[in-house]
C-alpha cells in the first residue's frame, strides 16, 4: 500500500517528468535523423566504419539517462494506473456481488455469517415476540 499512496501522492510529477524525458528524447532523435544521418554521406569508406562505431557509443551514453528516467517514469505511471484499475474492479466486485450469488450474499454478509431471508408472509415484524417463557 506505501508503494500506491507514493505514487497516486506523486502521480502528476511522475507524468510531468515522463513526458519531459520523452520529448527530450523526440527532439534528439529528430535532430539525429535530418541534420547527423545525412552528414553519414561525407564520411569517406576507410573511415565510415570507425565512425559509425563512435556514433553508436557517443548517441548511446547521450541517450541512456533520458531512456533510463523515461522508463523508470512509465512503470510509476503505468502502476499508478494499474492500482486504480484493480481498485475499481475489487469495488465493482463487491457492489455487484449480490447478483450472481446464489444466496444474495454481500462480501460483509459472508464475512459475518449471515443470509439475506425474504419474509413474504411478515413473520418477523407482525410476531415479534417469538421466544416463550
Given at each position: 500500500m506505501n508503494v500506491i499512496n507514493a505514487l497516486q501522492r506523486n502521480g502528476r510529477t511522475l507524468i510531468v517528468?515522463?513526458?519531459?524525458?520523452t520529448?527530450?528524447?523526440?527532439?534528439?532523435?529528430?535532430?539525429i535523423h535530418?541534420?547527423?544521418?545525412?552528414?553519414f554521406a561525407?564520411?569517406?569508406?576507410?573511415?565510415?566504419?570507425?565512425?559509425?562505431?563512435?556514433?553508436?557509443e557517443r548517441i548511446g551514453r547521450l541517450l541512456f539517462a533520458p531512456w533510463l528516467i523515461e522508463a523508470v517514469t512509465l512503470a510509476g505511471v503505468l502502476a499508478g494506473i494499474v492500482a486504480q484499475i484493480a481498485i475499481l474492479c475489487t469495488l465493482g466486485i463487491l457492489l455487484f456481488m449480490p447478483l450472481w450469488d446464489k444466496?444474495?450474499?454481500?462480501?460483509w454478509d459472508k464475512v459475518s455469517g449471515t443470509y439475506v431471508?425474504?419474509?413474504?408472509?411478515?413473520t418477523w415484524q407482525t410476531k415479534p415476540n417469538l421466544v416463550s417463557n
Open positions: 517528468v515522463h513526458c519531459a524525458a520529448l527530450f528524447m523526440v527532439g534528439l532523435i529528430w535532430t535530418y541534420v547527423h544521418y545525412p552528414l561525407y564520411v569517406g569508406e576507410t573511415t565510415y566504419v570507425d565512425f559509425q562505431d563512435a556514433h553508436v444466496r444474495n450474499q454481500n462480501i431471508v425474504n419474509d413474504p408472509t411478515d
